[in-house]
């Protein structure tokens, strides 16, 4: 399994956690959209010097090719997808235990 097979795959995951399993619906608030919009330059940011400064290389036959800031395109799904399923997860266990203290 290639890089963007992985990254693919993650998103698909983090958006049925979710959405189905965890059934947090972060994904249909705008305030999960504008927290991913305030996330991703810092992202972009730290990909960029982390692929600048050859900390971080990639084979380019792991990958669809296509780069921003430096990195594959590829890592802002990962970082969709870490973001999407920290918040999901966030929000599941803060209900969780809300419920339990009742």
Request: proline letters at 2%; charged letters at 15%; aromatic letters at 14%.
């Amino acid at each position: 399994m290639i890089y963007s097979d992985i990254a693919l795959n993650a998103v698909f995951l983090a958006v049925v956690l979710d959405l189905f399993i965890l059934k947090s619906q972060m994904m249909t608030r705008g305030i999960f959209w504008l927290t991913y919009l305030l996330i991703l330059p810092f992202q972009l940011l730290t990909n960029w010097w982390l692929t600048s400064n050859d900390i971080v290389m990639y084979s380019d036959t792991e990958i669809i090719g296509q780069r921003l800031a430096g990195a594959p395109i590829e890592d802002l799904l990962f970082g969709f997808s870490m973001i999407l399923l920290t918040l999901s997860a966030w929000d599941f266990f803060k209900k969780r235990s809300s419920s339990n203290e009742n």
